[in-house]
């Protein structure tokens, strides 16, 4: 292994209990990833910055269509709650040469449609048991992957994600049964735009069986715009994960009065929380720079695996790929310690292909 590769951590004690399938739950919004390197003329054009996650608008209709017919693109299934179960569930099955199918469950709303179609078979070929509610009312939702450099703005036009109905789906007596079933939970911020009363659902159930919620704050807009539902959410997480520029923007937006990351995250570990049995951990990833955590009981830094500039192909994806390396470790209940490694080293393979992508054999001990 050549030493600017990410280094294996020490091998994990899995051989005691192997994992039941659908022991991992996530809810979100599936979307088709259409990925492009643009130029910074195209990225002016639409109002975008070099690095951001928004929803698209009526500014940016004739952006799908100009990166398809201007620069070459790739299609990948994608959505950040499914390419984090996806990259756990990747994790476990490839990464640690262990064979537990269908350990993540999926819930999301696609059209009846090509694309819809590709995404059920990209879920089956991660070995996720997607249960998706389809609808022919929109397309199945596409993102718009911008990438410049090491940077990527991504334009999620949601269309059938933004359909997704709690009481045509998660109240189904077969699907609330694999709610039911699972003990993580995990749940992009983006989701809150689309269906809040489901998270809140979920979230209850995961209180009142002393489970495990992780959130995502996802994207500086979600801490603005949508602060309200976010704060119903709020004390029912477990775990809160967030880059430093989401961690900022919720910071001035929750009235902290500090820029100080390592007070940011102290700050929001002490936010109200309805399960007492379970103490919030705050998780803030910093790209190159160290990834801060924050327990009841300290704050630590933690630097990330060492990359050379020359190896990063796509930062796109690296964020969902640190939470699933994280709850692949999770669900074998390894020390903090251990999730953060898993989710470094998941990252770290990340950024060194396009997209939210991996190779067939990394080296996981």
Known sequence: MAADEPQPAKKLKLEAKPLRQNILFGMGN?????????DKDFLCKYGLKTNDQILADEKHKGLFDELVSKFKVEYRAGGSTQNSVKVAQVSLFQWMIQQPHKVATFFGCIG??????????????AHVDAHYYEQSEQPTGTCAACITGDNRSLVANLAAANCYRREKHLDLKENWQLVEKARVYYIAGFFITVSTESILTVAAHVCESNKTLGLNLSAPFISQFFKEDL?????????LFGNETEAATFAREQGFETE???????????LPKVNKKR???IVFTQGKDDTIVATADNVTAYPVLDIKQDDIVDTNGAGDAFVGGFLSQLLYDQPLEEC???GHYAANVIIRHSGCTFPETPDFH
Do not use: N, T
């Open 231 to 239: 704060m119903k959410i709020i004390p029912y997480v477990d775990i």
């Open 279 to 281: 103490q919030r951990i």
């Open 112 to 125: 009846r449609d090509k694309f819809g179609d590709i995404l059920k078979e990209k879920a089956e070929e």
């Open 260 to 270: 100080d990351i390592k007070e940011i995250a102290k700050k929001a570990q002490r």
């Open 340 to 342: 953060i490694r898993g």
């Open 30 to 38: 599936p979307l088709l990833d259409i990925c492009a390197i643009v």
